[in-house]
């Protein structure tokens, strides 16, 4: 007889079983108390309150360091600039600098600074406050993302007296004002970045705009705080009323499809970049409104690699260009509620040249005879064009943002109609993305960015360029572009830019797909719902929350 | 009805459920009344009709012969997915659980590790290394269900180790490998069928869920779970595009849960 | 037992340290950094990119940096973000309560549920209650959990009004994320139960002490302890999906976690925050397993335990 177990008392298996239950009802318990015991958020004193929703995590909250558009959503109010665009006519318009004067050889830019304006923490604002940003990122050390780019030749400043101070530069520099009205140039209180180290002042942001930085918690929510002693704004900035909003807290959410929900169920007031069959279902809802906010730059689009076959030949592009539907793209994938965008910036871009609108007409018969005239015919018979025993396979690489996924899916159905064969190729974020352009492995990729200065061509289209990821060099092109910054004068400017994007255009280095609108939807109690020239940012102080 | 007539009872209806779902895969060229890559803008959101027996997507595309298609498609990548879980697995719990404590202890510290890597990092870098596919996308899920498997295979071969007949074997003299095969082997083979059902329905979603957080393979392929995630998006306006993937699904993975289970209690078995 | 606790212990702390390894090699494989993922979007120059890199040790060779690391981490410092500068032991720490909450709830419920669910399904094949056992659980295995989660919060928050659907911390913000998951957990649980159940109660030797005339509970008691057996190794794998896997519910209910933090800090290449992360959840996996053996010798002593 082998031996038996060990004479310890065998637990029954009942007591397991209730066991088992005991301890899930006292996991329940465990998590009531839990809450219990923890104190709520204090509400009390918050006034007009609203939730905002935000829709990416941005890597960072340093409008000086950072790069993304988001995190403008809150901290444009948190600080002021020297200078503001108006969001209706796209004018400069005094912000913190009173008035502004460039030198004659454009070398040099005098700010004279508003009075009696304070910082949230009480530091007076004065010359020596800007010039401690202006310090502090330009610092290497800072490795600011934006902010510094935004200054381009840049050399150094002059604090004339406590309320003037000049700005130098290396060469003339036309998109200057355009920068200094962007978040990422507000001015933040020396007291506070001398406080606080680079990485930790990010959390205690303090500048002098109508909203202050309550609270922030990475990942989860952002708390502002109307400024009670605000009254230094730019024109366009309204008078507080008692329906001012007084608190506003900010939460991420980056799952398209619950926005609506979110926003129907009363949890946010306002929440950006509904998808455009949610913003269609709630137009019928009269408890909300829906605002469609154009955002001028580079519109959603793919860039052609015209290093790699077989988009190393311009024909085979604009054979794409002609064969690519886009108004069957806008209507499906965002049920007309863009524009279709049919050259390098958007509409609403300032110095937007109309002429690229007839450039390339959609036309599937003109299409296949641009490629028949580039030597390629269906030797095989198999549906798909060939040439020297190629067949016109191309690599369509994006990401998901934006449904950048739903656009490929179509434009490949539809060039599929014709007998090109596309691969695509999604990629999870975008270091991935980048890794593509850089090794080249592509024929198109889906990349763009926004701002209002038609400067940000230069990124993207001039030789050698750090995101030109077409390959495209043109040396009457760099010409064009690099003149367009260094020339103040809008008219010349204005001509520039038009050679710039039809000649962009011909040589058909991307292929343009929608213009970017931002669908936001809010609760209808609020009114004053504007947005800043540079489309994403919301004018908080202008907000009314009614009955 | 006897126990016996209830098994056969469920061994019918699963069968029968299979069989319909494998056939109507197999038989998809012929089924479908559609190209199911094939975009008509125009026709988006179309509601069930003679036309399209379950509609249109938001590309317009049928949904009906994309069920049908998704059907080879998703069953295939969750076999390979779930083999890619269970070989690895099932040969490190038998050795975890029949081989010494030093062995058992190193491979479940393995497996604990393997278990806590995050399968997203897993699928960047095999994406990374052997390129965009479905094929990365299902080792990264599979390779995440291994430690499962093992630890499931252990916990059922240390309960065989201890039966008396395999204590007899082993006093007996008998070798390791033979005791695994003959004795072992049969007795882990139900619960491990028990936990292939999960698998199968797990590997699925899985994939899906890596789809949905924007990992890799071919977005325009006709697929269960990539079909369930992108009807997410158009749900309230167009409920019928989730619905044929969702009860495709819904019904296959009952089938196979109901197959496994009558086959772990099959008499034979034990 | 105190000396097979510390040995536990060795090894869940062994476990922790090859996974962080795994994952801290793994990562270079990976395309693209933390550089990548900000700086260059805003079109910094290739020689902006390569101060940065160095600047935050990226530059230095993998051994370096892996020394450098380990070095640290034994003290205690597990390192600072290189996107924000924040500590990664402070971000983990701001996310952790709600993945361990959201979890805990979860893991009762499906518990709860799914015992349930299966003890009917493994206990009365055939009939009714059994077969809508079996068919709830199934469904439960079946549906995505981003499909269970957006019907969760459509029906109960937009259209019924009766629960809070996304964002919040507070208690009742809980109820439809534990809701969803638990029920999703529940699945597994009760499937595996069910089986198990079944199996063991028609087994030879149960109805051989039937026929010898044991008493009913005895044998039932026979049948739940070895079929619920398997339950504990299911049970300590759905703890560690929970606390691993719920970024997809995380990012629906709009709620802080770890998941979340996973992800983002996966997208934007957040090395330090990425191996802070997987040296918690290895941690976490490997005491889990070493309290389910623990649960198993206790149960069944037949069973090799460490003891």
Known sequence: MLSRAPSRRRVPASV?????????????????????????????????????????????????????????????????????????????????????????????????????????????????????????????????????????????????????????????????????????????????????????????????????????????????????????????????????????EFRFYEDPATRSLALESGEVQVIGELLPTDAELLLGNTQLRIFRVPIPGLPQQFFFNLKRAPTDDVAVRKALLHATNRTAIVDAVFQGQSPVAHGPLTAVTPFYDPAVETLYPFDPAFAQSLLQGAGWSDSDGDGIWDKDGEPLRLTMVFASWNQTPDVAQLIQSQWRDIGIEVELIRVPDFPTLRDYAQRGDFNLIAFYDFGVDA????????????????????????????????????????????????????????????????????????????????????????????? | MGVNGVRHGRLCLALLLLAGVVLLSVLAPWLATHDPRRAVPADQFAPPSGEHLFGTDLLGRDVFSRTLYGGRRTLGVAA?????????????????????????????????????????????????????????????????????????????????????????????????????????????????????????????????????????????????GIMLADARASFRIAPWVALAPGVALSVTVYAINLLAGVLAEHPANR | MVIYALRRLGTALAVAWLATSAAFVVLRVVPGDAVDATLARAGASEEELAVRRAALGLADPLWQQYAVYVHRAVQGDLGRSLITGQSVTEMIGQQLGATVTLALGALALGIALGTLLGLAGGLGPGTWPGNLAEALASLALSTPVYWTATL???????????????????????????????????????????????????????????????????????ILRVGLLPIVAVVALQVGFLLGGTVITETIFVRRGLGRLLLTAINNRDFPVIQGVVTLTALTYSLVNALADVVYTLVDPRVRGEA
């Open chain 1, 16 to 248: 397991g079983v209730l066991g088992g239950l005991v301890l899930a009802l006292c996991l329940v318990i465990a998590v009531v108390v839990g809450f219990a015991l923890r104190d709520d958020r204090d509400s009390a004193g918050d006034g007009n309150r609203i939730v905002y929703g935000l829709t990416l995590n941005p890597s960072g909250f340093d409008p000086h360091i950072h790069v993304s558009n988001e995190l403008g959503i809150p901290f444009f109010s948190v600080y002021d600039t020297l200078v503001y665009r108006h969001p209706q006519t796209m004018d400069f318009v005094p912000g913190l600098a009173e008035r502004w004067e460039m030198s004659s050889d454009g070398l040099n830019w005098t700010f004279t600074l508003k009075r009696n304006v304070k910082f949230h923490d009480g530091t007076p604002f004065n010359a020596q406050a800007v010039a401690a940003n202006l310090d502090r990122i330009t610092n290497p050390e800072l490795a600011s993302g934006k902010a510094r780019a935004l200054l381009g030749p840049y050399t150094g400043y002059t604090v004339v007296d406590d309320y003037t101070i000049t700005l130098h530069f290396s060469e003339p520099y036309a998109p200057l004002l355009d920068g200094l009205s962007q978040v990422y140039l507000g001015m933040a209180s020396p007291k506070a970045l001398q406080e606080y180290s680079k990485n930790t002042y990010q959390w205690h942001q303090v500048g002098t705009g109508p909203y202050m930085l309550k609270e922030i918690v990475p990942g989860d929510h952002i708390i502002l705080r109307r400024n009670p002693d605000y009254a230094w704004g730019p024109v366009f900035y309204a008078e507080a009323t008692g329906q001012s909003v007084d608190t506003i």
């Open chain 3, 152 to 222: 969760a919060i459509y029906l109960f928050t937009v259209v019924l009004g009766i629960l809070p659907g996304t964002g919040g911390d507070g208690f009742r913000h809980l109820i439809l994320p534990v809701m969803v998951l638990g029920f999703h957990t529940a699945g597994s649980i009760a499937q595996v139960t069910a089986r198990s159940i079944r199996q063991t109660t028609a087994q030879g030797f149960v109805q051989t002490a039937r026929a010898k005339g044991l008493p009913e509970r005895l044998v039932v008691d026979h």
């Open chain 1, 455 to 547: 400067s940000l061509l230069n990124r993207f289209y001039m030789t050698d360029a750090p995101n030109n990821w077409s390959g495209l060099s043109d040396p009457e092109l760099d010409g064009w572009l690099q003149e367009a910054v260094r020339q103040v004068d809008p008219q010349t400017r204005a001509a520039l830019y038009q050679s710039a994007q039809e000649r962009i255009m011909e040589q058909a280095a991307v292929l343009p797909i929608r213009d970017y609108v931002n669908l936001v939807g809010t609760t209808a109690r609020l009114d004053g719902v504007i947005y800043s020239a540079q489309g994403w940012w919301p004018l908080l102080r202008n907000l009314q929350l009614v009955r």
């Open chain 2, 80 to 224: 390979l997915t779930a083999l890619i879980a269970l070989l690895p697995g099932l040969l490190i719990g038998m050795a975890a659980g029949y081989g010494g404590r030093w062995l058992d202890t190193s491979l479940m510290m393995v497996m604990d590790a393997l278990l806590a890597f995050p399968s997203l990092i897993l699928a960047l870098a095999l994406i990374a290394v052997l390129g965009n596919g479905v094929v990365q996308v299902a080792l990264a899920v599979g390779m995440a269900g291994i430690p499962a498997y093992a630890r499931v295979t252990r916990a059922a071969v240390l309960e065989a180790r201890a039966l008396p007949f395999v204590e007899a074997a082993r006093a007996l003299g008998a070798r390791p490998m033979a005791i695994l095969w003959r004795h072992i082997a049969p007795t882990v083979a139900p619960p491990l069928l028990a936990f292939a059902g999960v698998t199968l329905s797990w590997a699925i979603l899985n994939g899906a869920a890596l789809t949905f957080l924007g990992f890799g393979g071919d977005i325009a392929a006709p697929d269960w």
